[in-house]
């Protein structure tokens, strides 16, 4: 028994926004929301504006979020989204305005203090959502997640809205065609990460379990080009549709501790999202190979190699990480990772456990 849900619509290929101008039409105003320069730089923004134009709806530019959002960035762009008037939202950019949108969407139509975000707590539908990635990783123009960092609590922490799924997702191989070497590598690890959390998580379902393996399929076949930074439009549109296909295999089977444990080398060390999974990734297979050897097998067949032992050397390849550890920061990470819901993984998460993935990764 299993259920399915993906109510986002996908839209693929080259000017798919230009081409398809009145997919915009979700309402009369929107904040466009983006990170500092990128969706410009990129061609996303112009594209999308010159779309509302088109149609004659009218919108305002929100590009004050940063990586790794905060809450309080989310809940500001709620104030700003409310005091413009919108009534949709689109996300263009990474993981971060994509996930900053869905919580501007819910903010700017309920009257909550920020935290109470987390605890689902609003009368209010959240405004529609449109979006269009400009990373191929973390799948979010594709999930119900929004993944905030909270300061005081040293983290980051994930609310689920099923009505944030955006309602239509653009992928255009052209955005991320000039994307910085490194921030492709992350970003494709995080959407591999995405595939394999959600096929080892007890919650993997039939349809999961199958997109997963496709997902993993799709970037094997990416990899020369993420080895050597030599990308063209197809091989990003292949990347961006693996993202959202990872998108799909956890807004059905959720992540699970690499996720968890990961947050606290973003909080703490500024690595990036997907760099960080891919650290502990490895250590992570190695955990979780006595009750899961058989699926792991087939991971690591999807995509393209004979061992685990080849996919941690793939990890060291695309990932370059400067970052020192010590015993008591990671002391230090545990007592927060232990926090996180933990039921999801392959079996039981013990403080020994995390701490052998953790040491095994970092030291
Ligand atoms: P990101 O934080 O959105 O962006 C990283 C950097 O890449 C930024 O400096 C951004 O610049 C730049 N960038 C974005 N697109 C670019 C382009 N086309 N060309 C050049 N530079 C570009 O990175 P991300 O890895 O995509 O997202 C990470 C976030 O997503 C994390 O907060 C993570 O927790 C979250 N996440 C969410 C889900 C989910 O299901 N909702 C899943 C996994 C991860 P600008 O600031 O100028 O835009
Ligand atoms: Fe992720």
């Given at each position: 028994m299993?259920?399915?849900?993906?109510?986002?619509?996908i839209?693929v290929g080259?000017?798919?926004?230009?081409n398809?101008?009145?997919a915009?039409a979700?309402?009369r105003k929107?904040?466009?929301?983006t990170?500092?320069?990128?969706a410009q730089?990129c061609?996303?923004?112009?594209?999308?504006?010159?779309?509302?134009?088109?149609?004659?709806?009218?919108?305002?530019?929100?590009d004050?979020?940063e990586?790794?959002?905060?809450?309080?960035?989310?809940y500001y762009?709620?104030?700003?989204?409310?005091?413009?008037?919108a009534?949709?939202?689109?996300?263009?950019?990474?993981?971060s305005?994509?996930?900053?949108?869905?919580?501007?969407?819910?903010?700017?139509?309920?009257d909550?203090?920020?935290?109470?975000i987390?605890?689902?707590?609003?009368?209010n539908k959240?405004?529609p959502?449109?979006?269009?990635?400009?990373?191929?990783?973390?799948?979010?123009e594709?999930?119900?997640?929004s993944i905030l960092?909270?300061t005081k609590e040293?983290t980051?922490r994930?609310?689920?809205?099923?009505d944030?799924?955006?309602k239509?997702?653009?992928?255009?191989?052209r955005?991320?065609?000039k994307?910085?070497?490194?921030v492709?590598?992350n970003?494709?690890v995080?959407?591999m990460?995405?595939?394999?959390?959600?096929?080892l998580?007890n919650r993997?379902?039939?349809?999961?379990?199958?997109?997963a393996?496709?997902?993993?399929r799709?970037i094997?076949?990416?990899?020369p080009a993420?080895k050597?930074g030599?990308?063209s439009v197809?091989i990003?549109?292949?990347?961006?549709?693996a993202?959202?296909?990872?998108?799909?295999?956890i807004?059905?089977?959720g992540?699970?501790i690499?996720?968890?444990?990961?947050?606290?080398?973003?909080?703490?060390?500024?690595i990036?999202?997907?760099?960080?999974?891919?650290m502990?990734?490895?250590?992570?297979?190695d955990?979780?190979?006595?009750?899961?050897?058989?699926k792991?097998?087939r991971?690591?067949?999807?995509?393209?190699l004979?061992s685990?032992?080849?996919?941690?050397?793939l990890m060291?390849?695309?990932?370059?990480n400067?970052?020192?550890?010590t015993?008591?920061?990671?002391?230090a990470?545990?007592k927060?990772?232990?926090?996180?819901?933990?039921?999801s993984?392959?079996?039981?998460?013990?403080i020994?456990?995390?701490?052998?993935?953790?040491?095994?990764?970092?030291l």
């Amino acid at each position: 028994m299993f259920s399915y849900y993906m109510p986002t619509r996908i839209l693929v290929g080259e000017n798919v926004v230009r081409n398809n101008a009145s997919a915009f039409a979700l309402g009369r105003k929107a904040i466009i929301v983006t990170g500092r320069s990128s969706a410009q730089k990129c061609g996303a923004l112009n594209d999308v504006t010159d779309a509302l134009n088109k149609i004659g709806v009218s919108y305002d530019v929100y590009d004050k979020i940063e990586n790794n959002p905060t809450v309080e960035c989310a809940y500001y762009g709620g104030r700003f989204a409310k005091d413009h008037g919108a009534d949709f939202i689109i996300g263009i950019g990474g993981g971060s305005p994509m996930d900053a949108s869905k919580a501007i969407a819910v903010y700017a139509v309920n009257d909550i203090e920020p935290m109470q975000i987390f605890d689902g707590n609003f009368v209010n539908k959240p405004l529609p959502i449109i979006a269009v990635p400009t990373t191929a990783g973390t799948g979010s123009e594709v999930t119900p997640y929004s993944i905030l960092t909270l300061t005081k609590e040293q983290t980051k922490r994930n609310f689920t809205c099923e009505d944030c799924f955006p309602k239509i997702a653009f992928l255009d191989g052209r955005y991320t065609v000039k994307l910085p070497i490194q921030v492709a590598r992350n970003t494709a690890v995080d959407a591999m990460c995405h595939a394999i959390e959600g096929y080892l998580n007890n919650r993997a379902t039939a349809a999961s379990d199958y997109i997963a393996l496709e997902t993993l399929r799709l970037i094997g076949e990416c990899l020369p080009a993420l080895k050597s930074g030599d990308f063209s439009v197809p091989i990003c549109e292949k990347l961006l549709f693996a993202a959202s296909l990872g998108g799909i295999v956890i807004s059905q089977a959720g992540t699970t501790i690499v996720h968890s444990m990961g947050y606290q080398l973003t909080f703490f060390k500024d690595i990036p999202h997907g760099m960080a999974n891919g650290m502990l990734i490895g250590a992570f297979l190695d955990w979780c190979g006595d009750v899961c050897g058989e699926k792991i097998a087939r991971v690591v067949e999807a995509i393209g190699l004979s061992s685990v032992c080849e996919f941690k050397e793939l990890m060291k390849k695309l990932l370059v990480n400067e970052s020192l550890f010590t015993d008591e920061e990671i002391e230090a990470y545990l007592k927060i990772s232990m926090n996180a819901k933990l039921a999801s993984a392959p079996k039981t998460v013990t403080i020994d456990g995390e701490r052998d993935i953790y040491r095994k990764s970092l030291l």
